[in-house]
């Protein structure tokens, strides 16, 4: 029929089955690309996602994960950024093999699949980033400081539009990864298993002694049983605050609660300031349900 033609000749209108593709194509890519950190490339990219999502401002609407700013100098070289040419890098070759997909949907969609690799909750997934040129970089200083305390992690937090229930949810991401020396600065990982996500950082948080770590580097927090684990200031914020204590407290009880926090708070984070088109959210299969 003619509709058909017309639908042949337009535009490549990309389905959820072919965002499960690209999903496939990166989760295969970490399973294969385990010469890496803790042998997984999926704390980096749930960084990148985060990175790229956090430098929302609710006021002016500007930042947020629509554009992929951080493709472009200043915002790739700001300091908080150091470190995530791994992530992007990483996603190039999957970016050459659909290069329909948005580097912004390409960078939200590896922080979902990572997540959703290393064992956590499942994030459902909204396409419809576009990718904006360097005229959109936002300003350096959107990003927290590990280094302040509960003020600022509600700053920072409260200009993207959270509350304080979903600010504890989303800092359990903590359990994924580690700090590096030549990045942050800081140094070491949160938990004993950096590639799973779980609650640990919050069981860790209120049943651990946490010390001061002694060394020459910037101020972080180690834990007296073993010595190997860290803590940044601002994750021990969240047991000064006894309005944030209260959930970390919940969390690290109630690993289903974190879950389905988390995922929904994660999910918000990654659509901060994009103009969807569509309403509906794809969730993707995870390569061992497959
Ligand atoms: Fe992180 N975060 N983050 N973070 N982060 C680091 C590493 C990871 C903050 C600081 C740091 C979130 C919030 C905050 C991940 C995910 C998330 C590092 C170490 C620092 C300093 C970087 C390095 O040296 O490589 C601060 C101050 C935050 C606000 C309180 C989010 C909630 C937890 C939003 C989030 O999802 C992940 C994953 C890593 C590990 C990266 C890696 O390379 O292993």
């Given at each position: 029929?003619?509709?058909?033609?017309?639908?042949a000749?337009?535009p490549?209108?990309?389905?959820?089955?072919?965002?499960q593709?690209?999903?496939?194509?990166?989760?295969q890519?970490?399973?294969?690309?385990t010469d890496?950190d803790?042998?997984?490339y999926?704390?980096?990219?749930?960084r990148?996602a985060?990175?790229?999502?956090?430098?929302y401002?609710?006021?002016?609407?500007?930042g947020?994960?629509?554009?992929a700013?951080?493709?472009?100098?200043p915002?790739?070289?700001h300091?908080?950024?150091?470190?995530?040419?791994?992530a992007?890098?990483?996603?190039?070759?999957?970016?050459?093999?659909?290069?329909?997909?948005?580097?912004s949907?390409?960078?939200?969609l590896?922080?979902?699949c990572?997540?959703?690799?290393?064992?956590?909750p499942?994030?459902?997934?909204?396409p419809?980033?576009e990718d904006r040129?360097?005229?959109?970089?936002?300003?350096?200083?959107?990003?927290?400081?590990?280094?302040?305390d509960q003020?600022?992690?509600?700053?920072?937090f409260?200009?993207?539009?959270?509350?304080d229930?979903?600010?504890?949810?989303l800092?359990?991401?903590?359990?994924?990864?580690?700090?590096?020396?030549d990045?942050?600065?800081?140094?070491?990982?949160?938990?004993?298993?950096?590639?799973?996500?779980?609650?640990?950082?919050?069981?860790?948080?209120v049943?651990?002694?946490?010390?001061q770590?002694?060394?020459?580097?910037?101020?972080?927090f180690?834990?007296?049983?073993t010595?190997?684990?860290m803590?940044l200031?601002?994750d021990?914020a969240?047991?000064?605050?006894?309005?944030?204590?209260?959930?970390?407290?919940?969390y690290?009880k109630?690993?289903?609660?974190f879950f389905?926090?988390f995922?929904?708070?994660?999910?918000?984070?990654?659509?901060?300031?994009?103009?969807?088109?569509?309403d509906e959210?794809f969730?993707?299969?995870?390569?061992?349900?497959?």
């Amino acid at each position: 029929s003619s509709k058909a033609q017309a639908q042949a000749k337009g535009p490549f209108v990309p389905a959820q089955a072919d965002y499960q593709k690209v999903y496939d194509a990166i989760a295969q890519r970490l399973a294969d690309e385990t010469d890496y950190d803790d042998g997984s490339y999926g704390p980096v990219l749930v960084r990148l996602a985060w990175h790229a999502s956090g430098t929302y401002d609710k006021e002016t609407g500007t930042g947020g994960s629509n554009g992929a700013t951080m493709r472009f100098a200043p915002e790739s070289d700001h300091g908080a950024n150091a470190g995530l040419k791994a992530a992007r890098d990483f996603l190039e070759p999957i970016k050459a093999q659909f290069p329909w997909i948005s580097y912004s949907d390409l960078w939200t969609l590896g922080g979902a699949c990572a997540i959703q690799e290393l064992s956590g909750p499942t994030i459902p997934w909204r396409p419809g980033r576009e990718d904006r040129d360097v005229s959109a970089c936002t300003p350096d200083g959107r990003l927290p400081d590990a280094a302040k305390d509960q003020r600022h992690v509600r700053d920072i937090f409260s200009r993207m539009g959270f509350d304080d229930r979903e600010m504890v949810a989303l800092i359990g991401a903590h359990a994924l990864g580690r700090c590096h020396t030549d990045r942050s600065g800081y140094d070491g990982p949160w938990n004993f298993s950096p590639t799973v996500f779980t609650n640990e950082f919050f069981r860790l948080l209120v049943e651990e002694k946490w010390n001061q770590k002694k060394w020459n580097g910037p101020t972080q927090f180690t834990d007296k049983s073993t010595g190997t684990l860290m803590m940044l200031p601002t994750d021990m914020a969240l047991i000064k605050d006894k309005n944030f204590k209260k959930h970390v407290e919940r969390y690290a009880k109630d690993s289903d609660a974190f879950f389905k926090e988390f995922s929904d708070v994660f999910v918000k984070l990654l659509e901060l300031g994009v103009p969807f088109k569509t309403d509906e959210r794809f969730v993707f299969k995870t390569s061992d349900s497959e």
